[in-house]
C-alpha cells in the first residue's frame, strides 16, 4: 500500500467482520461507529462529520445496508462492503451504482475469497484453456456455525446459509466462469435441520446451457471445509481447504489417454490467511485510480439469490 494510495476510514459495524476490517486497515480507521460497542467513537454514521473521512467499511447486518450506501455513496464516500449486497429487487442496487459513478466513487463488496492464492491459480488454469472442454465443477463450502447462527439476534432468518455461503460461492463460479451468469440455477435441496432458516442447500446449474455445476453450502460441517473439482477434457483440477484452515492444496492433473493413472502436479500452502490484506489494498487502488463503480456481479447474486429464495419458500 502507498502512501498516495491511503484513504481516511470510518468501520461501521464492530462485530467479528469489524474487527477483522480494523486490524488490516489499522491506521487508516479515523473511527468506529456502533450503536452498543464499548470502543465505538459514534453510535450513528450521520454524526460522524463528513470532512473527516474519505471511505466507509461497512460490516452491518444486511438490512441495513442499502441506506447506509445511500447515505455514504451520495455524501463522495468511497465504501467496501460486506458481502452480501441483497435488496429486494435489481433497481435499488442501480441505483447505488448510478450514485457512486455520479459522485466519482467506488462501492466494492467484499468477496474476498478471490484473493485466495489458488482461487487465482485455478482462474488462470480455466482461463489458459489447457484443460479444454469443461465438463463438470462442483464445489463444497461448510463450516460448523448452526448454533451461533441460531442464538446470533440476526443471522437466522431469511434463506440463512443460501445468501451467507452461497454468494461466496456464486462469486467464486464468475470469477472462475464469467459465461455463469447466463445459466439458469435449480435449488436441489434447501434444509433446516437445526436452525430457524436453512443451514444446508445444494444448487446446480442447468446443463443444457454450459458444464455441469453443482455447489452445496452447509453449517453443519463441523471441520470447516472447501472443496473445488473440476472435471475437463484434458484433465482436472481441484482444491482441497482454504489458507485460513490449511493446509490448503491445488492439484492438477493431465488426462491420459486412452486411460491410466494421470501425472500430476500439487502445490500445497501453509500459511496465515493473505485474502483480508490484499483485498483491503485493491479497494485502496480502485479508489485512488478513480475506477469506474461496476455492481453488475451484485445484481447477478442478487437476483440469482432472491429467485432461489423464492423458489425454496422464502420472501426475499
Not at 23 to 45: F, L, Q
Not at 121 to 137: C, F
Not at 138 to 156: H, I, Q
Not at 174 to 187: I, R
Request: aromatic letters at 8%.
Amino acid at each position: 500500500m502507498t502512501a498516495a494510495n491511503r484513504q481516511r476510514c470510518i468501520v461501521i459495524g464492530y462485530g467479528v467482520q469489524g474487527h477483522k476490517r480494523c486490524e488490516i486497515a489499522r491506521s487508516d480507521v479515523v473511527a468506529i461507529v456502533d450503536p452498543v460497542a464499548d470502543r465505538a467513537n459514534y453510535r450513528n454514521t450521520r454524526d460522524v462529520p463528513l470532512g473527516s473521512y474519505d471511505a466507509a467499511l461497512v460490516c452491518t447486518p444486511d438490512g441495513a445496508k442499502s441506506d447506509l450506501l445511500a447515505f455514504l455513496l451520495g455524501n463522495g464516500k468511497h465504501v467496501l462492503v460486506e458481502k452480501p449486497l441483497l435488496t429486494a429487487d435489481d433497481a435499488t442496487l442501480l441505483r447505488l451504482q448510478d450514485l457512486a459513478r455520479k459522485n466519482e466513487v467506488i462501492c466494492y463488496t467484499a468477496y474476498n475469497h478471490r484473493f485466495e492464492p489458488h482461487f487465482m491459480r485455478m482462474r488462470d488454469l480455466l482461463t489458459s484453456g489447457l484443460l479444454g472442454e469443461i465438463y463438470s465443477l462442483r464445489m463444497f463450502y461448510g463450516n460448523g456455525t448452526a448454533r451461533l447462527v441460531r442464538e446470533s439476534g440476526w443471522r437466522d432468518q431469511g434463506a440463512g446459509v443460501l445468501p451467507d455461503l452461497g454468494s461466496h460461492l456464486l462469486d467464486t463460479l464468475l470469477f472462475w466462469l464469467p459465461e455463469a451468469k447466463q445459466w439458469p440455477f435449480n435449488l436441489r435441496a434447501a434444509r433446516h435441520h437445526e436452525n430457524t432458516s436453512f443451514d444446508q442447500v445444494v444448487l446446480d446449474a442447468n446443463p443444457r446451457y454450459g458444464p455441469l455445476i453443482q455447489l452445496e453450502m452447509t453449517l453443519l460441517s463441523w471441520r470447516n471445509h472447501y472443496a473445488a473439482d473440476v472435471l475437463a477434457e484434458k484433465g482436472s483440477a481441484h482444491i482441497e481447504s482454504l489458507c485460513k484452515w490449511g493446509p490448503s492444496r491445488f492439484t492438477k492433473r493431465q488426462r491420459i489417454l486412452p486411460s491410466g493413472r494421470p501425472p500430476e502436479e500439487s502445490v500445497v500452502l501453509v500459511q496465515d490467511d493473505p485474502t483480508w490484506e490484499s483485498e483491503y489494498n485493491h479497494f485502496l487502488a480502485l479508489c485512488a485510480g478513480r475506477t469506474l463503480c461496476d455492481l453488475e456481479t451484485d445484481v447477478w447474486i442478487n437476483r440469482t439469490l432472491n429467485e432461489l429464495s423464492r423458489n425454496g419458500g422464502v420472501v426475499a
